[in-house]
Structure formats: C-alpha cells, structure tokens
C-alpha cells in the first residue's frame, strides 16, 4: 500500500490541487498543525485523513510524526503548494513494486512568477520522497532531508512546485525559515562573524546568480537569487543576536 503524507497550515488556496494530484494512493494523510483557514474542511471533503499535531518549529519532528502513524508499506511526503504530475504518477505506482530499493528521489520542477527555473538553486533538484515504510528518518529543523538506509533510486518525471504567489509571500517564508535555522545552528554551537553577516549574501548570490547560471531564468531567477542571499544575511544576522540573548 502507498499513502501519501501532507503537512499542512493555512493552505487552503493550494490543498485541492495537491490532493487532487494523489487520486491514485491507497490513502492521503494530512497532518495539520493548526489551520485557521478552510485548509482541513477542504482535505477532509476530498476523503484525507486528518491528523493534528502541534507544530514545535521542526519540520522533520513533524514529518517522523506521522510516520509512526501511517502503517502502509510506502510512504510518499509531498507539500501543499507541490503537485505530482501524472506521469510521475503512473511511475510510482510501477516504483514500489520493485525490491531493490528502499526509496527513490523525485525530480521537482520549481515556478517563480509562473516562470519555469531551470537554474540556480533549485534547477535540477532532486529530492528524497518516496520510501519504504521504517527505512529512515528525517533529520534537520528546516530544509529536512530524509536519511534512507539502503539502496536508492531516482524517478523521471517531476514533482510541479508553485511555493509562492507573490514576493511578499517568499519574503515572509524566508523569515521563518531563517529563524528556524538560525536556531539549530545556535543549538549546534555553530557561531558567525560580522564577516559572514556582511559577505555571505554576496558570495550567495554571486554563486546562484553567476555560477549557478541563475541570470538565464530572466528576472524570476535574479528575484529568486537575490532573495536567497538576503535569506543567508538572516540566518547569519539571527545567529549573531541569539547569542546576544536577543530573540
């Protein structure tokens, strides 16, 4: 059996397309930390189950979650503002008939402006999504990654992600993410420096934008590079005042 996992918060604006996306799953789990919105009255409609769990500013806790709540044999994590395009469908289904594998990374296609990025950061990502059930754990605050032990294939065809509809919506992603961040860096130990505060966007956006061949997507890549860099300035900033004992 698959079921497919969605966390959500106030998604009511991306969840039926998401899950609309998932028709082919044994289940659909959505895991909600909360929503003040339409976001579960909508997934419930649809036939998900709901599952609710405070959120504690940890996606991977949340994610490992839910994973001793689901029994099925694979596991599909998928975000609320992600869409699994049919033919990725039609290559899962054929994916967890295989033995081989533990799991499998999935292409993800991102959008900015509802332009296509085919560089930077995010061009040609590739993420771990798919797993048998008990094969690993995820791990890190924000930007989690699942850590899979056993062999691990890669898949064809993408994952759609529309993360943002406006720029003001990515700004104020990246402010909690940056918080975040800035956080488990502070209970690693890990310090900065005026150096890291003051260079790093630069060296981050010069990378993204310039090595990273960010200028070819046109103005949606420049936006998404130069936010990217100001995402580095807040987590180096925010580090800094946590060790101020400034929050």
């Known amino acids: 059996m698959l079921a497919a996992i ?9 969840i039926k397309k998401c899950l609309d996306s998932l028709n082919y799953c044994d289940q ?7 929503s003040t919105d339409n976001t579960v009255k909508i997934a419930e409609k ?8 405070v959120w504690t500013e940890d996606y991977s806790a949340q994610r490992n979650w839910t994973l001793d709540q689901v029994k099925s044999s694979w596991i599909l994590f998928v975000d609320a503002d992600e869409v699994i395009s ?6 899962i289904k054929s994916a967890i008939k295989r033995t081989e594998f533990k799991g499998f990374f999935l292409p993800r ?16 990502v590739k993420l771990l999504r798919l797993a048998r059930r008990g094969a690993g754990e995820w791990h890190g605050r ?34 909690s993410y940056s918080s975040i ?14 150096l890291e505060i003051v260079l790093g966007p630069v060296a981050r956006f010069i990378y993204l934008y310039i090595f990273k061949l960010g200028f070819l997507d046109g103005t949606p890549g420049f936006i998404h590079a130069m936010t990217m860099s100001f995402y580095a300035y807040l987590v ?6 946590l060790y101020k004992g400034i929050k």
């Not at 959008?111 to 990025?117: E, P, Q, T, V």
């Not at 961040?181 to 005026?194: D, L, S, V, Y």
């Open 181 to 194: 961040k800035a956080r488990e860096f502070f209970e690693q130990g890990r310090r900065t420096n005026i």
């Open 86 to 91: 049919p033919k990725l469908a039609q290559e």
């Open 142 to 175: 924000v930007h989690e990654t699942w850590n899979i032990e056993g062999s691990v294939g890669t898949l064809k065809n993408p994952i759609y992600h529309h993360p943002h509809k406006n720029l003001a919506d990515f700004l104020q992603c990246i402010n």
């Open 236 to 241: 180096a900033g925010k580090l800094w005042l």
């Open 28 to 34: 659909i789990v959505v895991v909600d930390d909360g």
């Open 46 to 53: 649809m036939g998900a189950t709901i599952l609710e769990h």
């Open 6 to 14: 969605v966390l959500t918060h106030n998604e009511e604006e991306n």
């Open 109 to 124: 296609i991102d959008y900015m402006c509802g332009k296509k990025l085919k560089h930077g950061d995010v061009g040609g």
